[in-house]
C-alpha cells in the first residue's frame, strides 16, 4: 500500500474494479442484503453470523465513501411542508430588491406595460424570488427531504438514494450533483418539481414526460428540461408579464406552479406528438418561453382542460425512427434561452 492511501474494506479499489457492495451479493442472501442496503436488521429467521456482520460493516463503509455522509431515512415531504419552511427561513433575508424602470422606460412601462402587482401580493413574490436565490444546502433537513421526495415519486422506489451518485444522471440532471444544474432558479426548481410529483392531479403528467425523456430516440434529460421550466416563468414573473393572472387569483407561488405544469405539458405534447429529438430543444424552448410571456393564460387554460380528463389520457407514443444526429449529440451543445446558461 502506498504512503497515505486509504485502507479501504476488503474488496473496494479506488480504480472500482470490484466494489465492497459486489462482495455483499455474492456472500448474503437476497432477503439480508435487502435489510443492509436499508439499513436495517437482518430479516426473521436470518442469525447475525460473523461473516454477515462483515458485510454489513463493508456495505456501510461503500455508502460513507460514496456519499460522505452515512445513509439515514428521510421521511418524504409535502409541497405545502416545504413552503411553510421556507417562509420563515433565512435565505428570505438574502433577496436582492428587483431594478427599478427610470426615465423614458418607466413612462413606457406605465403607458403600455402589462398591469403591476397588488401591494398585497409583492410579500408572495418576493418570496419565490427568495427561493430562486436560496442554494441547495447538505446540512438543511428540508432541502434533503425535498430531493429524496422527488427521487421517490418519480421512480416509484420505497427506498432512498445517496446525496450524490450516478441516480441523478438517470434522472436528467448533469452530473451527481443536482445542486450543481440549479444557477439562476435555486431551490424554486426543485420546489417547483416537488410540486408537480406530489400534486395528485399532475403526478400522471409528470410520471409520462419523466418515461419520455427515458426514450431511446426522442430522450432528453428531464432535470435540465424541468430546471428550465422554472426559468420562464421565473423570467415571466420578473417581467412582471404574470401580474395581471396573479391580480386575478389572488396568489402569485400558485400560479407559478401552474404556469411551470403549462409549459412542461405544451412541451410534451409538441415533443411526444410531432417526435421532437434532443435538437428541437433549443427552438422549442425558444418558442415556449415567448408563450409564456405573451399568451399565458392560454397556456394555463390548457392546462386545467388535461387535468380535468382521465390521468391516462396522454399516454406516450410508440417508438418513432432515430434522429439522424440526436445520439450523437451532447447536452452542452444545446443552445441556451437568451441570456441563461445552457440546458446541459
Given at each position: ?36 442496503a436499508q439499513g436495517a436488521g437482518p430479516p426473521a429467521g436470518v442469525g447475525i453470523s460473523e461473516e454477515l456482520q462483515r458485510a454489513r460493516e463493508e456495505w456501510e463503509a461503500v455508502e460513507q465513501i460514496q456519499t ?68 441547495l444546502d447538505d446540512n438543511e433537513s428540508v432541502h434533503m427531504r425535498i430531493l429524496q421526495t422527488i427521487y421517490k415519486k418519480l421512480t416509484r422506489s420505497h427506498l432512498g438514494c445517496p446525496r450524490y451518485g450516478a441516480h441523478w444522471e438517470e434522472l436528467g ?172
Amino acid at each position: 500500500m502506498e504512503r497515505g492511501e486509504r485502507r479501504l474494506p476488503r474488496g473496494l479499489t479506488l480504480r472500482g474494479r470490484r466494489t465492497a457492495a459486489s462482495g455483499v451479493r455474492s456472500r448474503c442472501p437476497r432477503r439480508a442484503e435487502r435489510a443492509l442496503a436499508q439499513g436495517a436488521g437482518p430479516p426473521a429467521g436470518v442469525g447475525i453470523s460473523e461473516e454477515l456482520q462483515r458485510a454489513r460493516e463493508e456495505w456501510e463503509a461503500v455508502e460513507q465513501i460514496q456519499t460522505g455522509t452515512p445513509a439515514v431515512p428521510v421521511a418524504p415531504i409535502s409541497f405545502r411542508e416545504a413552503l411553510l419552511f421556507f417562509e420563515t427561513a433565512a435565505c428570505r433575508r438574502e433577496l436582492c430588491p428587483p431594478r427599478r424602470r427610470q426615465g423614458l422606460a418607466a413612462l413606457l412601462r406605465c403607458l403600455f406595460g402589462p398591469p403591476r402587482l397588488q401591494p398585497q401580493l409583492q410579500g408572495e413574490q418576493e418570496l419565490a424570488l427568495a427561493m430562486a436565490q436560496c442554494a441547495l444546502d447538505d446540512n438543511e433537513s428540508v432541502h434533503m427531504r425535498i430531493l429524496q421526495t422527488i427521487y421517490k415519486k418519480l421512480t416509484r422506489s420505497h427506498l432512498g438514494c445517496p446525496r450524490y451518485g450516478a441516480h441523478w444522471e438517470e434522472l436528467g440532471f448533469q452530473g451527481a450533483d443536482p445542486g450543481t444544474d440549479l444557477r439562476g432558479t435555486g431551490m424554486l426548481a426543485l420546489m417547483q418539481l416537488l410540486f408537480f410529483v406530489m400534486d395528485p392531479r399532475m403526478l400522471p403528467l409528470a410520471l409520462a414526460i419523466f418515461k419520455l425523456s427515458q426514450h431511446e430516440t426522442q430522450g432528453f434529460p428531464f432535470g435540465i428540461m424541468s430546471v428550465n421550466m422554472t426559468r420562464i416563468v421565473l423570467q415571466a414573473l420578473r417581467e412582471e408579464r404574470l401580474s395581471r393572472e396573479c391580480n386575478r387569483r389572488q396568489e402569485v407561488i400558485a400560479v407559478l406552479n401552474d404556469l411551470y405544469a403549462a409549459a412542461f405539458l405544451r412541451l410534451y405534447r409538441v415533443w411526444k406528438g410531432q417526435h421532437k429529438s434532443i435538437t428541437d430543444s433549443c427552438i422549442l424552448l425558444k418558442e415556449l418561453e415567448l408563450a409564456t410571456k405573451r399568451k399565458p393564460k392560454q397556456l394555463l387554460k390548457s392546462l386545467e382542460a388535461f387535468v380535468n380528463r382521465s390521468p391516462t389520457a396522454e399516454g406516450p407514443d410508440p417508438p418513432s425512427p432515430p434522429s439522424p444526429s440526436s445520439r450523437e449529440l451532447g447536452f452542452t451543445d444545446l443552445c441556451a434561452l437568451e441570456g441563461e446558461p445552457q440546458l446541459g
